[in-house]
């Protein structure tokens, strides 16, 4: 069973950047894709950005397109979310997600996707 744990996250004001880390601990880290959801007070779970286990899909939800990066190292068994451009609408817990897919399945930001969750990080964007 993989475990994950999110860091990173804090307060910053609007146009600010953070960069959440997602680690894991277990097996075979590099055979797991991996999702970033964020949920805010009130409003439904939303899929941010998702990898492929070696990065060769990258998925972006429009919101999120040109400001977020999502990357990985398997050597770490760690996977990043770089967020810049911070705005108050980003405002939720943030929470990693793993899944393994079978070929030619590739990640999506479908929560139901996913079946290992980390406890989440909470991101606030206030002035």
């Known amino acids: 069973q993989l475990q994950l744990v999110e860091s990173g996250g804090g307060s910053v004001q609007p146009g600010g950047s953070l960069r959440l880390t997602c680690t894991a601990s277990?097996?075979?880290?590099?055979?797991?894709?991996i999702g970033w959801f964020r949920q805010a007070p009130g409003k439904e779970r939303e899929g941010v950005s998702c990898?492929?286990?070696?990065?060769?899909?990258?998925v972006y939800a429009n919101s999120v397109k040109g400001r977020f990066t999502i990357s990985r190292d398997n050597a770490k068994n760690t996977v990043y979310l770089q967020m810049n451009s911070l705005e108050p609408e980003d405002t939720a817990v943030y929470y990693c997600?793993?899944?393994?897919?079978?070929?030619?399945?590739?990640?999506?930001?479908?929560?139901?996707?996913?079946?290992?969750w980390g406890q989440g990080t909470q991101v606030t964007v206030s002035s």
């Open positions: 277990g097996f075979s880290f590099d055979t797991y894709a």
């Open positions: 997600a793993a899944v393994i897919l079978r070929p030619p399945a590739g990640p999506r930001l479908d929560w139901r996707q996913y079946d290992n």
């Open positions: 990898i492929s286990t070696y990065g060769h899909t990258i």
